[in-house]
């Protein structure tokens, strides 16, 4: 047939030969070993193999297949059906050659006989068969048995030479492994290497405990590689691809425990004393009744503190969920203990927000200090002098406050709002520059985009997750609409409406190549646009990254007060900024927005008792952006959408993948493997409750393999 790939060939022997079981005497150290030291691999073959990414023996073993063919059906010449496909094995009988005079095909033609009759198989273009099949070979055929050319004749798709009588065929019988392949390293190749390399997959350790093993029903991991690569049936195939996938699940998972309790082993926090009165003014001050939800969350954190290992928790809530307060209410409990707490914002803009928040809730109860980048020399000095001599209380900045230069009096809590928009080595200098010899202060961070349970469990595998689940009460979903262009002057017509109510407007420009330059300018056309045109009896201002920050600052406050009606900006405007009198968001280019930022952006409005209005203008739809508008119009709740997203992009995409620190996983997939992967959390969990920083010599083989498998994985994660 057409597309076989050329001839391979092991060295010396005939390349559809079975390869022969390699005499390597297979120590452990033989995983390490090159393929190129079987004995049928030519060094041509093994820089194929190189650059396809497999130099050693284990290399080759991790190599898994894709999926399986179940070649068992093998049939009787007799018994063969026109038109289905079988495995036939047969002796050759009679080869011969001839070449169709118009399309010029070379055609193999082989005579085939076993013990019910014969038929004539035959290839297309693989004259080179002429010389390598020969009469009394016995021979084992994958094909389809069909009407050609006014004669019946077998179609051959895979063939191979069996050696001995009772030898099972490798790549046309049983259940064939179907590995990921290239041009130059077929899954033939792969197969028939996978077959020579088999008694040393028989030796793999196991870095499992075989208590564990025995309890779960697991099979040991010599029998699932073996087993992997070369099932007997399906159903064997998928319990060992289970045990795989557990396993690499349950390494990860002691990796991130590990580091955790390495790390809480390592350094102390401030235990808070119990609330006391300032706590409680606070709590009585806020002008809302706490959700259960958030009281939950307090509880939970309350507990956190009260403790002197470090805290390390996430607290995940949807948009408008109310996660400030919660923070603000740890800030005042490090307060009231007489040491201080810091909240940092990614923006300044949210950072200026957070200030104003705190003076209003706060106010009093404990003097607060606002560092930015836009404080002027004194200013600065002056604000750090207050935060190292212990009169600040509360520093709430952006990453300024990261600097060498500012100093703490006695810092106990640390919470990261929107910490995703944080990189990996913000959050590690934060650590860093908090850590004393031997002590630490309690870290929470906060994020509004949901995370999947599955990403929560491996980025942030070692932090503890707590979730605020649904917003205040009394809030109405918000109405997603889709715009179609034509429609356009219909929805100004309805935004209209709005402003002449007295309620307010976003308007978000496009991200345009990350670049904020042409970004903003984009934001002041359309600002001129707007105020020319359809708002042209509204107040429209604009706000984007290339303004000063006090200049930002002004029309932030203008439009939180009323001032504006419509606030043209670019997606800076997607974190946190909170104006509960603003009701429609307008997002222009929306097909350019990732599902998260959406949301985000969708969030800045029903944050009041409004009914509230998200309108979509999208130009250019393509596959996946038409699958996340409409994830976006199905539903409003941040963790669904979190789970869309993830099955729109895939896990690696959803974090901004590996710099977030998303493990790179060989067969476990997230979205598919969620159970496995809670259950792997639990596993762990028990394992090092047993043995903690798995000291004893039974656990030194995981711990091995774990930091053989992530440990530079977990780079980022055990340097923080
Ligand atoms: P996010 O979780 O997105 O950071 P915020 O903390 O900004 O949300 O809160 C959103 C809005 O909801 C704010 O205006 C806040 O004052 C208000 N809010 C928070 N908790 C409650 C509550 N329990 N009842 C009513 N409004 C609340
Ligand atoms: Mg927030």
């Avoid at 709590?283 to 958030?294: K, M, N, R, V």
Wanted: hydrophobic letters at 45%; aromatic letters at 4%.
């Amino acid at each position: 047939m057409t597309g076989q790939p050329p001839l391979h060939r092991f060295g010396g022997g005939r390349y559809d030969q079975r390869p022969p079981v390699t005499r390597l005497s297979f120590d452990p150290a033989a995983f390490a070993r090159p393929l190129a030291d079987l004995e049928h691999v030519t060094a041509a073959v093994a820089r194929r193999l190189a650059t396809f990414g497999l130099e050693t023996v284990g290399d080759l073993i991790e190599h898994f297949p894709r999926r399986y063919e179940d070649f068992r059906d093998r049939k009787s010449i007799r018994d063969l059906k026109v038109g289905e496909e079988a495995t036939i094995r047969g002796e050759v009988v009679r080869v011969s050659a001839d070449r169709t005079a118009r399309r010029r095909v070379d055609i193999v033609r082989v005579v085939v006989r076993d013990d019910t009759g014969a038929v004539e198989a035959v290839w297309f273009n693989q004259r080179y068969l002429t010389r390598v099949l020969q009469e009394g070979m016995r021979l084992s055929l994958r094909g389809t048995f069909r009407p050609q050319g006014g004669r019946q004749s077998f179609a051959v798709k895979g063939h191979e030479i069996l050696e001995e009588e009772s030898g099972e065929g490798v790549h046309t019988e049983g259940v064939v492994s179907v590995y990921p392949a290239s041009e130059q390293v077929s899954a033939k190749l792969l197969r028939g290497l996978v077959h020579a390399v088999a008694p040393a997959m028989r030796r793999l350790p196991d870095p499992l405990p075989s208590a564990l093993l025995v309890r779960e029903r697991l099979p040991g991991r010599a029998d699932a590689v073996t087993a992997v690569h070369l099932p007997r049936t399906l159903a064997e195939a998928k319990l060992a691809r289970e045990r795989l996938v557990l396993e690499e699940l349950l390494l990860m998972q002691v990796g991130l425990l590990l580091h955790k309790q390495e790390q809480q082993q390592l350094y102390s926090a401030p235990a808070l004393p119990a609330p006391a009165d300032l706590s409680r003014a606070f709590l009585d001050g806020l002008p809302f009744e706490l959700t259960a939800h958030q009281l939950a969350a307090l509880d939970e954190l309350e507990a956190d503190l009260r403790r002197e290992t470090p805290m390390r928790r996430l607290l995940q809530g949807d948009v408008g969920s109310g996660k400030t307060v919660v923070a603000l209410y740890c800030l005042i409990r490090a307060a009231e203990a007489g040491l201080q707490g810091v909240l940092l914002a990614p923006t300044e803009t949210l950072a200026a927000q957070h200030a104003e928040t705190a003076a209003r809730l706060v106010g009093a109860l404990a003097p607060a200090e606002l560092v930015t980048a836009s404080l002027t020399a004194r200013e600065r000095r002056e604000a750090l002098a207050r935060i190292a001599s212990g009169e600040a209380r509360i520093a709430i900045g952006t990453h300024a406050l990261l600097q060498e230069d500012v100093r703490f009096a006695g810092l106990a809590l640390v919470v990261v709002d929107e910490q995703h928009r944080f990189g990996v080595e913000q959050r590690d200098a934060l650590v860093r520059r908090t850590e004393r010899a031997g002590g630490a202060p309690h870290v929470l961070h906060m994020t509004a985009t949901p995370i999947p349970r599955t990403l929560a469990l491996t980025v942030y595998g070692d932090l503890d997750v707590t979730t605020i689940a649904g917003v205040p009460a009394g809030r109405q979903p918000v109405v997603t609409r889709l715009v179609d262009e034509d429609k356009r002057e219909v929805g100004y017509d309805f935004v209209r409406k709005q402003i002449a109510r007295g309620r307010q407007v976003y308007v978000v420009c496009p991200a345009i190549d990350e670049s904020e330059s042409i970004s903003a300018a984009t934001a002041v056309a359309e600002a001129e646009r707007l105020q020319a045109g359809p708002f042209r009896d509204a107040r429209v201002a604009v706000a984007h990254g290339q303004l000063k920050s006090a200049q930002r600052d002004d029309v932030m406050r203008s439009f939180k007060s009323g001032e504006l009606d419509v606030l043209v900006a670019t997606s800076l405007i997607e974190v946190g900024i909170d104006v509960p009198n603003a009701t429609v968001m307008i997002v222009e280019g929306a097909e350019r927005f990732g599902l998260a930022q959406l949301h985000q952006l969708r969030g800045r409005v029903g944050r009041g008792s409004e009914k509230s209005y998200c309108l979509l203008f999208a130009t250019a739809e393509t596959g996946s952006s038409q699958a996340r508008l409409e994830a976006l119009l199905e539903t409003n709740d941040g963790f669904e959408l979190a789970d869309r997203d993830l099955e729109i992009r895939g896990e690696g995409q959803v974090m901004g993948s590996r710099q977030a620190g998303v493990p790179d996983l060989k067969l476990a997939r997230l979205a598919r493997d969620r159970v496995a992967l809670l259950r792997a959390r639990e596993l762990a969990a028990e394992l090092l409750t047993a043995d903690p920083g798995l000291l004893a010599p039974a656990s030194a083989p995981l711990k091995a393999a774990v930091e053989d498998a992530f440990g530079h994985e977990l780079g980022w994660l055990l340097k923080a």
